[in-house]
């Protein structure tokens, strides 16, 4: 490929060159985590910080990425991935649950895979924003699967008469757009509160937007 540096084939130490290559991408992962994500944050990280703190050069960085974005890029793929994997870990079965029981489970399974590690809710809900036009279609795009996932989830409750029968497309937009800000002015300490009450008043807006009584307490 023109412009990145192609690693050397074959085995060395016992390991394979696809090996390595796996190798040296987790250690670039791992220090852009910890830097963009507990650190001094994206836009003041360089290239060499990234490579000094993976143990690696500058060489073995361009092997992998062509920039530094590219590696932000990856890493809120990551962090979304990882959210998204424990909602659907949980969704089968919820359906013979009722509606307030479920969209609490699917929630909280979101926001506990959005915020187990505090570095994927900085990057997820900080660091990403504003960096480039290609980033913020990445963000974009991201932001339009969830609006599908809860408004197919809305649609189906409708058609077993849980909720009112309307198009609740616009309902997740804003309740995704909630999430957003709310979740990044609480990451960079605007908003005063714990993680527990961020939680419970999003799924607070979530309910009462689908007409859905809250869950009774224990």
């Given at each position: 490929m023109t412009g990145r540096i192609t690693p050397a084939a074959g085995r060395y130490g016992g390991r394979s060159a696809g090996e390595r290559q796996a190798e040296r991408r987790r250690r670039f992962q791992e220090a852009g985590l910890d830097l963009f994500g507990a650190g001094p944050g994206y836009r003041a990280t360089r290239i060499t910080?990234?490579?000094?703190?993976?143990?690696?050069?500058?060489?073995?960085?361009?092997?992998?990425?062509?920039?530094?974005?590219?590696?932000?890029?990856?890493?809120?793929?990551?962090?979304?991935?990882?959210?998204?994997?424990?909602?659907?870990?949980?969704?089968?079965?919820?359906?013979?649950?009722?509606?307030?029981?479920?969209?609490?489970?699917?929630?909280?399974?979101?926001?506990?895979?959005?915020?187990?590690?505090?570095?994927?809710?900085?990057?997820?809900?900080?660091?990403?924003?504003?960096?480039?036009?290609?980033?913020?279609?990445?963000r974009l795009d991201r932001r339009a699967r969830w609006i599908d996932f809860?408004?197919?989830?809305?649609?189906?409750?409708?058609?077993?008469?849980?909720?009112?029968?309307?198009?609740?497309?616009?309902?997740?937009?804003?309740?995704i757009g909630a999430i957003n800000g709310l979740m990044h002015d609480w990451a960079v300490g605007w908003v005063d509160a714990t993680l527990d009450q961020i939680i419970d008043e999003l799924l607070q807006i979530l309910l009462d937007r689908l007409h859905v009584s809250p869950p009774p307490t224990a």
């Open positions: 910080d990234v490579c000094k703190a993976a143990g690696l050069s500058t060489r073995q960085f361009y092997e992998e990425y062509r920039t530094l974005e590219d590696l932000l890029a990856e890493l809120h793929l990551y962090v979304n991935d990882i959210a998204e994997q424990s909602v659907l870990a949980v969704l089968p079965g919820l359906e013979e649950l009722a509606p307030a029981d479920r969209y609490t489970r699917l929630f909280r399974a979101y926001a506990a895979g959005a915020t187990a590690d505090p570095r994927h809710t900085r990057i997820a809900f900080v660091e990403i924003i504003g960096v480039s036009p290609r980033l913020d279609r990445q809860l408004s197919e989830q809305a649609r189906q409750a409708a058609e077993r008469g849980e909720i009112p029968s309307r198009d609740y497309r616009v309902t997740a937009a804003a309740f």
